[in-house]
């Protein structure tokens, strides 16, 4: 076992980091268990670092052959989609126009599901027509997946007005593949081998873990239509209500949970990002402060050391838990400033308040050379679901 900045790893893994603070114990320990797990090759650990379960978020995990569910994590291909809006931004603070915008989101952007499958939009084709590995998996998923479509998820998950540098209105959604990933992820998990900490592996040599890749390479389609879906709804509505037109060279997507084969530094891995966007030389990106801090449009300067990835927002620096009884609900009002929001449901978002994520400034002074920002977008109005 070499010492590396994590602690003691095996000898030929490779750890690399990007801290904006000190990483706690428990984060360490974290990070330990998964460097030491069968067949990792690297660990990439971004400065939003932090605690989920059985993988940190923040962490990007190269292999050779095996590939770990947990590394990716539940919601599969969750991500980010934005674009620009050409008008004002301003004209979007207005209290009839938010108000009216508000309302319409809730109807056309569910939280969680569809009134009906008659309300629902159509799932792609591209969805329909590509099968995942088990019949069974397949049919439970299927239905749920149809009256889901379409809508945004609790927890981080947001649908964003915001103010450009040039004062341009730009829409964005973070959102992913709902009850999809999900299932697929505890029905792959539920296969998987026992590779210690508490960790489970497929090969992908085996025709389970090609199930799993296939699997989740669909979830994190169903997620990228999602999000598309979302936008493109939400679009309609704020241009009917404030006016401007699409600037579709504007359009920027990426999303920051998933495992696919990558070449980095020449050698071909299973790079497993669980809250990390990839961040190849001249790849776009997301990266999300909160409710009331910045957002920043980027693109990679494809580093190997950090397995060509960057954080995907701040980061949290308090659990849901801890956020609930250490923050008030004045103070949490407070750290919105003039952000719109539905102030019927505030009291039930107090977990997501802004001072229970790192600055982002922070996040993004430590990963400098991992990334080139091109546009920095502040929020005006957060849609979210409570």
């Not at 076992?1 to 320990?29: C, E, L, N, T, Y």
């Not at 460097?35 to 978020?57: F, K, N």
């Not at 004062?167 to 998990?189: D, E, F, T, Y």
């Not at 980095?264 to 990266?287: E, L, M, T």
């Amino acid at each position: 076992m070499k010492q590396s900045i994590i602690g003691p790893v095996p000898d030929d893994v490779r750890v690399a980091a990007w801290f904006a603070q000190p990483p706690d114990s428990d984060v360490k320990a974290a990070l330990q268990r998964i460097a030491r797990a069968p067949d990792v090759r690297a660990l990439a650990i971004m400065p939003d670092v932090h605690l989920a379960e059985a993988v940190c978020v923040g962490a990007i995990v190269a292999t050779d052959r095996l590939v770990y569910p947990q590394a990716v994590g539940g919601d599969i291909g969750c991500g980010m989609t934005a674009l620009r809006i050409d008008t004002e931004a301003a004209s979007i603070t207005r209290p009839r126009s938010a108000r009216r915008v508000l309302d319409a989101l809730r109807v056309d952007v569910p939280v969680m599901r569809h009134r009906s499958l008659a309300a629902a939009p159509s799932l792609p084709v591209d969805l329909i027509l590509s099968d995942l590995s088990d019949g069974g998996l397949a049919g439970a998923i299927r239905r749920e997946a149809a009256i889901e479509f379409g809508t945004l998820g609790r927890g981080n998950h947001f649908l964003e007005a915001q103010a450009g540098d040039d004062g341009a209105l730009w829409l964005m959604v973070h959102s992913g593949s709902r009850c999809v990933g999900q299932a697929i992820a505890r029905h792959h998990l539920s296969q998987a081998e026992p590779a210690g900490g508490g960790l489970r592996s497929l090969d992908t040599a085996t025709p389970r873990g090609a199930a799993y890749v296939n699997d989740a390479s669909w979830a994190a389609r169903f997620a990228d239509f999602n999000r598309r879906c979302m936008l493109w709804r939400a679009v309609e509505i704020v241009t009917r209500i404030v006016g401007g037109e699409v600037a579709q060279d504007s359009f920027v997507s990426c999303d920051h949970n998933h495992v696919r084969r990558e070449f980095i530094a020449g050698a071909a891995y299973w790079v497993h990002r669980k809250g990390a966007n990839a961040a190849g030389d001249g790849v776009p990106g997301i990266i999300a402060g909160s409710m009331g801090s910045q957002t920043v449009i980027t693109t990679g300067r494809g580093v190997d050391e950090a397995i060509c990835s960057s954080s995907h927002g701040a980061g949290r620096r308090m659990s849901r838990s801890q956020a609930r009884q250490r923050i008030l609900p004045r103070s949490f009002r407070r750290q919105l400033g003039n952000v719109i929001v539905d102030e019927e449901v505030l009291g039930r978002l107090i977990e997501e308040a802004p001072a229970a994520y790192k600055d982002i400034a922070a996040v993004l002074r430590a990963q400098s050379e991992l990334i080139r920002i091109h546009t920095r977008l502040q929020p005006l109005l957060c849609y979210k679901g409570a």
